[in-house]
């Protein structure tokens, strides 16, 4: 019931009856309890109403049946007032839930808390003296504090609320959260004391975290480590995490990061021996890396290097994963979700289950990098998509108040470097990293919130930063003041020692040993490091990057297969009504099997897709309106006309053995490849394809692809089959919509890094599916797709050429005979659809001796294959690349070297496309026409 309808009723006898709830709650009719506890809330914002009240019936509680002589009171307050101060103990309640925050002691550096008026007891109506505050029964406020009145129970409500932890979570709209999280605060409930053993293993691990850093420091003098110090309960939050994850069920747990503490993490918590880190400070992979190797990956410095461990829990074993990143903040953090979401993924049957306990995700962003980047709104953004949820990923804002030199005034908008987690309803739980105590305790929080609701949860880790941004800066030249209190701060782990020696649970010298057994390890391990070097080293080299011609990917699918598979994935269930037009179309596909042919091409990546699942291939296919089609040409997803319920036929198929998963992505680029890169990653043998709505939207994403994509196996031997499905073509729709910027992935393809392909068929569309899921090589694919192609008669292929044949490098002119091969002068070589608009020239017929042939794959140049092209003409004296992009872009520049070197001195190689360009495409469809009339043209020599 709305507090408005109070009106509406008999106002005295609510009043009445709210007098007896006060009095004791249980006499009430549970109905009217209801009413008075789910208003307690709305009560407090409506104290004019309760006032109201008041003053309709100033006497009504004066005496009588249900006055409240039951509130202990010692001097009791005349009724009406006791009504008023409720409402306004109800509202100093709220206002600790809400803004308690802002009275927390959160800063390690003893920065003022700015405090709010309304956690004030005096500046309330009625002033809430004690007196007052004495008569108000605790239960009325519905307060999970221990305490019987109000009195006794504010202190306690301070000291939840304002103290070392606080709590931002009355913004979620989820009132079964919200209800939950304050009783698990209020209640303290993970936050009880730490037994004698849990005390002096957290002692030990801050010792351990901070020998680590000091000898480093000492060790290497200068050199970068990105110290944790100022942070370093970071790393027993993260063992208390995976503890827990591991109670929940989890055997896998994914970790990103950036720089800061990573060493730490990388040692501590993934478990990486102290010599393979010592070794890196110590230059030797760089040694062998840089070597005379020249095929060797690039390597990367140590704090963007991944690496896995096994960590032992009470529950049984994690693996961990720490995920490989670049410089660029938090480009991991999709990433890491897709890894998350695959390991969470059973991929060994056909029914596409995933269980969000088996896997944890756990995303440790900087202060200044969580409000700065937009991917962090991507990622967060994911979280509860059925085809992108983790359940729930652990946040942990690693907030040493300063970003490089920038103070947060200048970072950001908000008043907290979390902020932007409230709009996606996420809980954020602020700590005081000096209390280690407290800090494990938001974990524990926040890990039991995960496992009950399965949802995102923000830890903002409020510490400071020792050091300057990197071991040669120096901090004071840009935050004085704040480095001269840094200097003087005493570390966590000695604040912590000095507790536990206060509390009798260690004495001063054991806290000591424990510093100095944790430099000892460090430097047994350095000392037996330095043994080995000299003797030839004990280290293995350099990865090297494989490569070599390509091997044959058998892609045909014998005869009766695919007719048979291309029923089912007609099929619907009884009764299920396909839009009647769309029903048209798809029943068209019966017919494309026949003599005639005609499959095209969202058919052909039906069956190439139904093929790899009945042959134990997972796929995973995402994208804007993927399901449908931006082009609505695929419609894998139907929707019945009348009930709008769904049915995916191809997730239907009797035979798969592996599952098929579709989904519309969200409107974003970043996060979703991220996420798609992320879950090629975790799982190599899954076909995964991520598809842009227009190719020129991948730009959106260009971090992923030059960070990731392309770059992962040089620089961390991470390989990927992900498929990058690119809307690309000429077709009059202006410089936006009609290209996927194929210069760019040109230009970053080098050691066999990446497939670059353009096929102008449906067929080595099916071919180049299957070859990329089959290869025995991972790579990731760029695969530029048609959008009038798609549906273009001359573009479909007959059952035999999917049912035989391969992927073609490059097709040959299909036009001429070998006689007229030998003949031809002129040889046209294009890419993609650009062809047809050559050969579907008006002046095509009455040309002679030009043949117009395609190259489908453009990286890695498919050299032998071009060389067997070249000796069927031998009289050309001309050849063309011919492309629509303008000369600065598309494949020309980047392939350019590679038609010359196979083209006879005398034979000239020229261009015609485009001229130089600074946008695309022309912005004028008639334009568009014209262009695309004179590269045909000069193509075949008709002017
Ligand atoms: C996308 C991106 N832009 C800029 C940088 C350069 N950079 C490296 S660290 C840093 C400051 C990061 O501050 P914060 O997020 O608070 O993390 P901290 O270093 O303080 O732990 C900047 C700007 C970067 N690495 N990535």
């Given at each position: 019931m709305e507090p408005e309808q109070f009106d509406d009723l008999n106002a005295g006898f609510v009043q009445e009856l709210f007098a007896q709830y006060l009095a004791?709650?249980?006499?009430?009719d549970p109905e009217w309890r209801a009413l008075f506890e789910s208003g307690s809330a709305t009560l407090v914002e409506s104290q004019p109403l309760v006032r109201r009240l008041l003053e309709l019936y100033?006497?009504?509680?004066?005496?009588?049946?249900?006055?409240?002589?039951?509130?202990?009171?010692?001097?009791?307050?005349?009724p009406g007032e006791l009504l008023g101060a409720v409402a306004a103990g109800m509202s100093l309640v709220k206002a600790h839930r809400t803004h308690g925050h802002l009275a927390a002691r959160l800063d390690p550096l003893g920065s003022e808390p700015i405090g709010?008026?309304?956690?004030?007891?005096?500046?309330l109506e009625p002033r809430l003296t004690p007196e007052l505050q004495q008569q108000i029964p605790a239960r009325v406020l519905r307060l999970?504090?221990?305490?019987?009145t109000l009195a006794d129970a504010l202190p306690q409500l301070r000291e939840t609320y304002c103290g070392t932890i606080a709590y931002?979570?009355?913004?979620?709209?989820?009132h079964e959260q919200r209800v939950w999280l304050r009783n698990a605060i209020e209640s303290n409930r993970y936050r009880q004391p730490l037994s004698r053993e849990e005390q002096v293993t957290l002692l030990t691990r801050l010792s351990e975290v901070e020998g680590f850093e000091r000898y480093l420091r000492r060790a290497?003098?200068?050199?970068?480590?990105?110290?944790?110090e100022g942070l370093d309960v970071m790393v027993p939050m993260l063992d208390e995490a995976f503890e827990l994850a591991a109670a929940d069920g989890a055997r896998e747990v994914v970790l990103g990061m950036a720089h800061r503490g990573r060493l730490n993490v990388l040692a501590h918590?993934?478990?990486?021996p102290y010599d393979t880190i010592l070794r890196e400070f110590e230059g030797e992979r760089v040694l062998e890396a840089v070597?005379?190797?020249?095929?060797?990956g690039t390597g990367d410095v140590k704090y963007h290097h991944g690496a896995g461990g096994v960590r032992k829990t009470s529950s049984g074993d994690v693996q961990v994963t720490l995920t490989s990143n670049p410089?660029?903040?938090?480009?991991v953090d999709p990433v890491v979700e897709g890894q998350t979401r695959a390991l969470q993924?059973?991929?060994?049957?056909?029914a596409d289950t995933h269980d969000p306990s088996s896997a944890l995700a756990v995303l440790i962003h900087g202060d200044a990098a969580f409000p700065g980047q937009g991917i962090v709104a991507e990622t967060l953004n994911l979280q509860a998509l059925v085809g992108y949820t983790t359940g729930g990923t652990l946040h942990v804002?690693?907030?040493?108040?300063?970003?490089f030199t920038t103070d947060p005034e200048e970072g950001r908008?908000?008043?907290?470097?979390?902020?932007?987690?409230?709009g996606y309803d996420t809980p954020i739980v602020h700590v005081n990293a000096d209390d280690a105590e407290a800090a494990v305790a938001a974990i524990r929080l926040a890990m039991a919130f995960r496992a009950r609701f399965r949802h995102d949860v923000v830890v903002d880790l409020v510490g400071y930063r020792?050091?300057?941004?990197?071991?040669?800066?120096?901090p004071s030249y840009t935050q004085p003041l704040m480095y001269r209190t840094i200097e003087s701060h005493p570390s966590v782990r000695e604040q912590y020692a000095r507790r536990l020696v206060e509390r009798g649970v260690v004495a001063e010298e054991e806290t000591e040993e424990l510093v100095a057994s944790s430099q000892a390890a460090m430097r047994e391990a350095h000392d037996a490091l330095k043994a080995t070097?000299?003797?030839?080293?004990?280290a293995g080299r350099e990865r090297r990057i494989g490569r070599g011609a390509d091997t044959q990917v058998e892609t045909a699918v014998e005869g009766e297969r695919l007719p048979a598979l291309n029923e089912e994935l007609l099929a619907v269930p009884e009764g299920f009504k396909v839009h009647p037009k769309l029903l048209k179309t798809l029943e068209r596909r019966r017919e494309?099997?026949?003599?005639?042919?005609?499959?095209d091409w969202a058919q052909a990546e039906g069956l190439a897709f139904a093929s790899l699942l009945t042959d134990g291939t997972p796929i995973r296919l995402t994208g804007?309106?993927?399901?449908?089609g931006t082009f609505s040409h695929r419609h894998l997803v139907l929707h019945d006309?009348?009930?709008?319920e769904t049915w995916t036929p191809?997730?239907?198929?009797?035979?798969?053995v592996a599952p098929f998963q579709v989904y519309n992505s969200p409107l974003s680029e970043m996060a979703a490849l991220g996420f798609e890169y992320g879950y090629s990653v975790s799982c190599p043998r899954a076909l995964v394809l991520w598809e842009a709505?227009?190719?020129?939207?991948?730009n959106s994403a260009q971090v992923i692809v030059d960070q990731?994509?392309?770059s992962g196996l040089s620089k961390w031997g991470q390989s990927s089959r992900l498929t990058l499905l690119l809307p690309h073509g000429?077709?009059?729709?202006?410089?936006?919509?009609?290209?996927?910027?194929?210069e760019r992935f040109m230009q970053l393809a080098?050691?066999?890094?990446i497939r670059v392909v353009n096929c102008s068929t449906a067929a080595q569309y099916f071919h180049v599916l299957r070859r990329q899921a089959l290869h025995a090589k991972a790579r990731p694919l760029v695969l530029l797709t048609p959008k009038g192609l798609l549906r273009l008669q001359g573009a479909t292929s007959r059952l035999d050429e999917l049912a035989g044949g391969s992927f073609q490098p490059i097709i040959d002119?299909?036009?001429?005979?070998e006689e007229a091969k030998r003949q031809a002068d002129r040889l046209v070589l294009c890419s993609g659809k650009v062809y047809y608009d050559i050969v579907g020239h008006e002046a095509f017929k009455d040309v002679e001796g030009v043949a117009v042939a395609r190259?489908?794959?453009?990286?890695?140049?498919?050299v032998g294959v071009y060389d067997e092209l070249l000796s069927r003409y031998p009289s050309v004296s001309e050849v063309i690349w011919a492309q629509e992009e303008p000369q600065n872009m598309g494949a020309w520049r980047a392939t350019r070297h590679r038609l010359e070197e196979g083209l006879p001195a005398e034979v000239e190689l020229r261009y015609v496309g485009r001229?130089?360009?600074?946008?695309?495409?022309?912005?004028y469809p008639t334009a568009h026409a014209l262009e695309q009339d004179r590269i045909a043209r000069e193509c075949l020599g008709a002017y």
């Amino acid at each position: 019931m709305e507090p408005e309808q109070f009106d509406d009723l008999n106002a005295g006898f609510v009043q009445e009856l709210f007098a007896q709830y006060l009095a004791s709650p249980e006499a009430v009719d549970p109905e009217w309890r209801a009413l008075f506890e789910s208003g307690s809330a709305t009560l407090v914002e409506s104290q004019p109403l309760v006032r109201r009240l008041l003053e309709l019936y100033p006497h009504a509680l004066d005496g009588g049946n249900g006055a409240p002589a039951a509130a202990p009171a010692p001097a009791a307050a005349p009724p009406g007032e006791l009504l008023g101060a409720v409402a306004a103990g109800m509202s100093l309640v709220k206002a600790h839930r809400t803004h308690g925050h802002l009275a927390a002691r959160l800063d390690p550096l003893g920065s003022e808390p700015i405090g709010d008026p309304a956690l004030d007891p005096d500046r309330l109506e009625p002033r809430l003296t004690p007196e007052l505050q004495q008569q108000i029964p605790a239960r009325v406020l519905r307060l999970h504090v221990p305490g019987e009145t109000l009195a006794d129970a504010l202190p306690q409500l301070r000291e939840t609320y304002c103290g070392t932890i606080a709590y931002e979570i009355e913004h979620i709209s989820s009132h079964e959260q919200r209800v939950w999280l304050r009783n698990a605060i209020e209640s303290n409930r993970y936050r009880q004391p730490l037994s004698r053993e849990e005390q002096v293993t957290l002692l030990t691990r801050l010792s351990e975290v901070e020998g680590f850093e000091r000898y480093l420091r000492r060790a290497f003098l200068g050199q970068k480590q990105f110290s944790i110090e100022g942070l370093d309960v970071m790393v027993p939050m993260l063992d208390e995490a995976f503890e827990l994850a591991a109670a929940d069920g989890a055997r896998e747990v994914v970790l990103g990061m950036a720089h800061r503490g990573r060493l730490n993490v990388l040692a501590h918590v993934v478990g990486r021996p102290y010599d393979t880190i010592l070794r890196e400070f110590e230059g030797e992979r760089v040694l062998e890396a840089v070597g005379s190797d020249p095929e060797g990956g690039t390597g990367d410095v140590k704090y963007h290097h991944g690496a896995g461990g096994v960590r032992k829990t009470s529950s049984g074993d994690v693996q961990v994963t720490l995920t490989s990143n670049p410089s660029h903040l938090e480009y991991v953090d999709p990433v890491v979700e897709g890894q998350t979401r695959a390991l969470q993924t059973d991929h060994e049957s056909a029914a596409d289950t995933h269980d969000p306990s088996s896997a944890l995700a756990v995303l440790i962003h900087g202060d200044a990098a969580f409000p700065g980047q937009g991917i962090v709104a991507e990622t967060l953004n994911l979280q509860a998509l059925v085809g992108y949820t983790t359940g729930g990923t652990l946040h942990v804002i690693a907030n040493n108040q300063v970003g490089f030199t920038t103070d947060p005034e200048e970072g950001r908008s908000t008043r907290y470097s979390s902020d932007i987690a409230k709009g996606y309803d996420t809980p954020i739980v602020h700590v005081n990293a000096d209390d280690a105590e407290a800090a494990v305790a938001a974990i524990r929080l926040a890990m039991a919130f995960r496992a009950r609701f399965r949802h995102d949860v923000v830890v903002d880790l409020v510490g400071y930063r020792r050091f300057g941004h990197n071991e040669g800066d120096e901090p004071s030249y840009t935050q004085p003041l704040m480095y001269r209190t840094i200097e003087s701060h005493p570390s966590v782990r000695e604040q912590y020692a000095r507790r536990l020696v206060e509390r009798g649970v260690v004495a001063e010298e054991e806290t000591e040993e424990l510093v100095a057994s944790s430099q000892a390890a460090m430097r047994e391990a350095h000392d037996a490091l330095k043994a080995t070097f000299g003797s030839g080293g004990s280290a293995g080299r350099e990865r090297r990057i494989g490569r070599g011609a390509d091997t044959q990917v058998e892609t045909a699918v014998e005869g009766e297969r695919l007719p048979a598979l291309n029923e089912e994935l007609l099929a619907v269930p009884e009764g299920f009504k396909v839009h009647p037009k769309l029903l048209k179309t798809l029943e068209r596909r019966r017919e494309t099997l026949g003599e005639e042919g005609g499959i095209d091409w969202a058919q052909a990546e039906g069956l190439a897709f139904a093929s790899l699942l009945t042959d134990g291939t997972p796929i995973r296919l995402t994208g804007q309106d993927t399901e449908r089609g931006t082009f609505s040409h695929r419609h894998l997803v139907l929707h019945d006309h009348e009930s709008g319920e769904t049915w995916t036929p191809i997730e239907h198929l009797r035979e798969a053995v592996a599952p098929f998963q579709v989904y519309n992505s969200p409107l974003s680029e970043m996060a979703a490849l991220g996420f798609e890169y992320g879950y090629s990653v975790s799982c190599p043998r899954a076909l995964v394809l991520w598809e842009a709505q227009f190719g020129d939207f991948v730009n959106s994403a260009q971090v992923i692809v030059d960070q990731f994509i392309v770059s992962g196996l040089s620089k961390w031997g991470q390989s990927s089959r992900l498929t990058l499905l690119l809307p690309h073509g000429y077709e009059g729709n202006g410089p936006e919509h009609s290209s996927a910027r194929l210069e760019r992935f040109m230009q970053l393809a080098a050691q066999e890094n990446i497939r670059v392909v353009n096929c102008s068929t449906a067929a080595q569309y099916f071919h180049v599916l299957r070859r990329q899921a089959l290869h025995a090589k991972a790579r990731p694919l760029v695969l530029l797709t048609p959008k009038g192609l798609l549906r273009l008669q001359g573009a479909t292929s007959r059952l035999d050429e999917l049912a035989g044949g391969s992927f073609q490098p490059i097709i040959d002119d299909p036009t001429l005979d070998e006689e007229a091969k030998r003949q031809a002068d002129r040889l046209v070589l294009c890419s993609g659809k650009v062809y047809y608009d050559i050969v579907g020239h008006e002046a095509f017929k009455d040309v002679e001796g030009v043949a117009v042939a395609r190259l489908e794959q453009l990286y890695p140049f498919p050299v032998g294959v071009y060389d067997e092209l070249l000796s069927r003409y031998p009289s050309v004296s001309e050849v063309i690349w011919a492309q629509e992009e303008p000369q600065n872009m598309g494949a020309w520049r980047a392939t350019r070297h590679r038609l010359e070197e196979g083209l006879p001195a005398e034979v000239e190689l020229r261009y015609v496309g485009r001229p130089w360009r600074a946008s695309p495409s022309e912005g004028y469809p008639t334009a568009h026409a014209l262009e695309q009339d004179r590269i045909a043209r000069e193509c075949l020599g008709a002017y």
